[in-house]
């Protein structure tokens, strides 16, 4: 079985839950760093006030036992700390009039999927809408990837990501490094990939609050350690490019993709353009450049899997966006709640979480078995193989 995950819940309602499929068993899970992730979601500069209400921690009610996975699928909860303050508007059996009046929204955001969503599920009211397409679930999603991750680091593989522009500050080109990456501080307000950047990336921010505006921004993700082979060439839909591409685009506001440096490379010639391979007896095949973002025809070529992400900015803005009055159908500028002026420092997380998942099906896959150890031998004899290749 992959590694997969299924998520419900609404951004004011009770609580998020996740469960997460395809975990062997004899995961060692370390509950600290899976809430850590959660914490560093909900950091950055121009976040709304929500980020304050909320203390996201995963409460995990199968699929563990003694902190070890059981090969069963796991299911978490994460509570909405900010239920207390919306439970007359969102009471799963019985809402209060006069709160949901209060909270009725009825002239969608352009860039939200407010009216389509209306349209589509015939829902009059565009909170029922908003309230799952929420990047509140970002939140779920991140609890799975640190799951995901789990199963990685117990195979050598590690993620890390690091913002390198917000609006028109930093380099959306820029490739940093692995030990750029890993250098990225989670404290940084915009975890930054060059910290030179971060006076630029304040003043945006400052000058799209004040002029009740929002930004987007680009991301870079790598993972470090993913083995030779992860993926395949023969079909369109093992490809683990296009896999990747499907799981950063269904991220909230995420609009583009590259792998490595992919768009710059469109402007280029392909000698300038493809990492030249090379081989020495203590490195076996390698390369000196990646800016295949270690892709090969959808197959992982052990370089660092690097992906850029590029953010639109929040369509949620104070000064609005012309639009329509559903009850009405009159002009209405679109309505403005509690919301961020930028989440790329966060949706960073979010791609980790998303790459993690990806890379955990493609490694179940590959390496099988229903527990740790069996997946492990068979990893083992898989790169005692490559050695000898
Ligand atoms: C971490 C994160 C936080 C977000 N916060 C907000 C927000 O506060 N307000 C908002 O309007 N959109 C926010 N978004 C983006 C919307 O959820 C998204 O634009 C919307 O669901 C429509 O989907 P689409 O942009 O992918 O088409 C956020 C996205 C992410 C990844």
């Known amino acids: 079985m992959t590694f997969t995950f299924v998520t419900a819940g609404e951004s004011h309602g009770p609580s998020l839950t996740i469960i997460v499929t395809g975990m062997p068993a004899g995961v060692m899970l370390d509950r600290d760093r899976i809430n ?3 914490a560093r979601r909900q950091h950055g500069y121009g976040r709304g006030g929500r980020m304050k209400i909320e203390h996201d921690t995963i409460e995990i009610t199968g699929g563990v036992r003694g902190g070890e996975t059981l090969g069963s699928p796991i299911a978490m909860t994460i509570r909405n700390a900010d239920y207390e303050n919306w439970r007359g508007a969102m009471d799963v059996w019985s809402v209060d009039e006069a709160e949901a009046k209060k909270r009725r929204v009825h002239a969608p955001r352009p ?10 599920y015939n829902r009059r009211d565009l909170r029922d809408v908003l309230e799952r397409a929420s990047a509140r679930e970002t939140a779920a999603r991140v609890a799975a990837g640190a799951i995901a991750k789990e199963l990685l680091r117990a195979f050598g593989v590690e993620i890390r990501s690091g913002v390198i522009s917000l609006g028109d500050a930093g380099d959306p ?21 060059r910290s030179s950047d971060e006076a630029q990336m304040t003043a945006a921010v400052d000058a799209a609050r004040e002029s009740g505006d929002t930004l987007g ?16 060439y023969v079909q369109w839909n093992e490809k683990l490019d296009g896999r990747i591409a499907q799981a950063i685009l269904s991220i909230h506001a995420v609009k583009g993709i590259a792998i490595g440096d992919g768009i710059a490379g469109a402007r280029r010639s392909g000698t300038e353009v493809h990492d030249a391979i090379y081989h020495s007896a203590s490195r076996g095949y390698y390369r000196e450049s990646n800016r295949a973002g270690g892709l090969e025809g959808g ?6 899997l690097v992906v850029r992400a590029f953010m639109k900015p929040i369509s949620t803005t104070r000064r609005g966006v012309a639009s329509v009055d559903i009850e009405t159908r009159e002009p209405h500028r679109s309505q403005w709640e509690r919301s961020d002026i930028t989440a790329v420092p966060a949706c960073g997380v979010v791609c980790e979480a998303m790459i993690a998942v990806v890379l955990a099906g493609a490694m179940r896959e590959k390496f099988g078995g229903d527990s740790l150890g069996e997946m492990s031998a068979n990893h083992k ?5 490559l050695d000898a290749y």
């Not at 860039?111 to 589509?120: N, Q, S, Y």
């Not at 921004?217 to 395949?232: D, E, K």
């Open 381 to 385: 004899a898989y790169s005692r193989g």
């Open 217 to 232: 921004g680009t991301i870079v993700v790598a993972a470090h350690g993913a083995p030779v082979g992860l993926g395949s």
């Open 299 to 304: 197959v992982t070529n052990g370089e660092d």
């Open 173 to 193: 080109e820029y490739s940093p490094t692995w030990d750029e990456l890993t250098a990225v501080s989670d404290d940084s307000p915009f975890r930054a990939v």
């Open 36 to 38: 850590r992730d959660l």
């Open 111 to 120: 860039g939200h999927v407010d009216l389509i969503g209306g349209m589509k």
